[in-house]
């Protein structure tokens, strides 16, 4: 099946620096990427969708400026969490649609950020 | 709006027990997607199975197995002689099949499998 690659999958920094994760479709292109960010025990929250060579959709209540994805490819789309607080603690995880028919989202490994 | 409810939190059974995890969706599109993710402790999600909204023949694979009903909007998920490999969170998700192609994940059913 479809594989996407998500990088790094756990990182630690300090409260202010910012934190880029990758996020790669390995054998398929990926015109749309979406990024989720999970709470410990609690579910997907949508936080954007990322589209190849435009602007990122974000969902209500997420600050753009805070989180900056780029989808620079039709294989890699990066979120990068700017100027980090330990509120931004999170899990992180990318997906990406492989096709349009069948439709279904295949996710990255995840990525979980500590700021400490 | 779409909605997408799983009622149980957490789910406790011994191995070799039936299970089975509720799903009910709510949509105003006629034409729409649903899935199940299985999300073991490692974090990373796994598709299990995707259903078209006029596919209403329900699914067996193996011990897993879907029932899905238009008229109740439900899309019920059971494992069959449940083992300890199936302790995950498990999330049902709703799609439309055009626009932005959102998912919207229900809040997952935690599913303990005790030996």
């Known amino acids: 099946g479809a594989v996407v690659s998500q990088h790094p999958s756990w990182v630690i920094c300090k409260s202010g620096t910012s934190v880029k994760i990758e996020c790669r479709s390995l054998d398929f292109q990926a015109t749309t990427m979406f990024w989720y960010r999970q709470f410990p025990k609690q579910s997907l929250m949508l936080m954007a969708t990322?589209?190849?060579?435009?602007?990122?959709?974000?969902e209500q209540g997420v600050e753009k400026d805070k989180f900056l994805i780029n989808h620079a490819s039709l294989t890699l789309s990066t979120l990068t969490v700017t100027s980090a607080h330990p509120e931004d603690s999170s899990f992180y995880i990318c997906?990406?649609?492989?096709?349009?028919?069948?439709?279904?989202?295949?996710f990255g490994e995840g990525s979980r950020l500590t700021v400490l | 709006a779409q909605k997408v409810t799983q009622a149980q939190t957490e789910i406790s059974v011994v191995e070799k027990e039936d299970v089975t995890l509720d799903c009910v969706y709510e949509t105003r599109d006629t034409t729409y997607y649903l899935f199940w993710y299985k999300q073991p402790p490692s974090g990373e999600l796994v598709f299990l199975i995707r259903?078209?909204?006029?596919?209403?023949q329900n699914e067996i694979s193996g011990r897993y197995s879907w029932n899905f009903q238009k008229s109740t909007s439900s899309f019920n998920f059971t494992i069959t002689a449940s083992q300890v490999v199936d302790s995950a969170v498990y999330f049902c998700?709703?799609?439309?099949?055009?626009?932005?192609?959102?998912?919207?994940f229900g809040t997952g059913t935690r599913l303990k499998v005790l030996a």
């Open positions: 990322s589209n190849e060579g435009s602007k990122a959709t974000y």
């Open positions: 997906s990406a649609r492989s096709g349009a028919i069948t439709g279904e989202l295949f």
């Open positions: 259903r078209n909204s006029f596919d209403e």
């Open positions: 998700a709703l799609r439309a099949t055009s626009g932005t192609y959102k998912y919207i």
